[in-house]
C-alpha cells in the first residue's frame, strides 16, 4: 500500500471535537475493543450500507468484517449489476507516473475485495491500532443526497484513520466520493459506482491521500 500518513499527535477526543456538531458519521465514531460478536450487515438503505462499511473496515478481518464490507458493493451474479471504482484524473496521472496501471475500465469488486485485505493489515499502521472511518456530506459538485435522481446518489467526503494504542491519529486516508447506489434483490442497497476525488494538495501533503491513491498503490 505504499507509505501511510505520519502520526498525528492529537487524541481521539480533541480531534473529534473539532467536527462540526451534526456531522454525518460512520459508526462506530471511535471503533470498541474487540468484543466477539460478529457483524450483522445492514443494507436496507443507502446510509445503512456505508455504516455497514465501515463497521466492516472498523472490524479489520477479525471476524466477518470482509464479508460485511463486501456486501455493500454490487455483484454482477447476484444483483445483475457491476461496481467500479473511477479516480480523480491528478490521482490517475501522478501513479502513471509511478510506473502504477490504471485498469481502463475501472476498479471491479474482485479488486476492491482484495484491497479491503491489504488495508486493514497495512505494515506502517500498528497491529493492535484500531479504525475509524467518518463521512460529511459534500456539495461541492451539487445535492449531497439525491436519492430520488437516477441513479440514486450519495455525495460524502470521507477520512479513514487509525487510532494508536496512547489515543493519537495517524490518518490513513482523506478525499471525496459520488457514490451511486442501486436497490438490488432482497431490498439491498449496494454501490454500482465510486467516483473519487481527491484534495487539492494530496499530490504534496500525505495527510490527504485518497482512498483512491490508496487503491491503486502496490
Known amino acids: 500500500m505504499g507509505h501511510v500518513s505520519r502520526r498525528i499527535a492529537v487524541t481521539v477526543v480533541a480531534w473529534l471535537g473539532l467536527v462540526l456538531p451534526g456531522c454525518d458519521l460512520f459508526r462506530p465514531a471511535v471503533p470498541e475493543a474487540p468484543s466477539g460478536a460478529a457483524i450483522l450487515p445492514k443494507y436496507t438503505t443507502a446510509e445503512k450500507t456505508l455504516e455497514t462499511l465501515a463497521l466492516g473496515i472498523a472490524d479489520k478481518g477479525r471476524r466477518n468484517g470482509a464479508a460485511a464490507y463486501i456486501g455493500g458493493f454490487a455483484d454482477t451474479a447476484a444483483d445483475g449489476r457491476e461496481f467500479h471504482v473511477f479516480f480523480d484524473r491528478r490521482t490517475e496521472l501522478r501513479m502513471q507516473g509511478q510506473g502504477v496501471e490504471v485498469p481502463p475500465e475501472g476498479w471491479n469488486r474482485s479488486l476492491e475485495e482484495r484491497f479491503y485485505n491489504r488495508l486493514v493489515r497495512l505494515s506502517s499502521v500498528p497491529a493492535d491500532a484500531e479504525y ?3 463521512r460529511f456530506p459534500d456539495s461541492t459538485r451539487g445535492d449531497p443526497d439525491e436519492l430520488e435522481a437516477t441513479p440514486p446518489r450519495l455525495r460524502r467526503k470521507y477520512s ?14 482523506q ?12 431490498s439491498r442497497w449496494v454501490i454500482t459506482r465510486w467516483q473519487d476525488y481527491e484534495y487539492n494538495d494530496a499530490a504534496t501533503n500525505e495527510q490527504n491521500v485518497s482512498l483512491g491513491q490508496r487503491r491503486l498503490e502496490p
Open 160 to 173: 479513514l484513520f487509525a487510532i494508536l494504542a496512547n489515543g493519537d491519529l495517524l490518518f490513513i486516508a
Open 132 to 134: 475509524g472511518l467518518q
Open 175 to 186: 478525499g471525496s466520493a459520488d457514490l451511486d447506489f442501486v436497490n438490488a434483490p432482497g
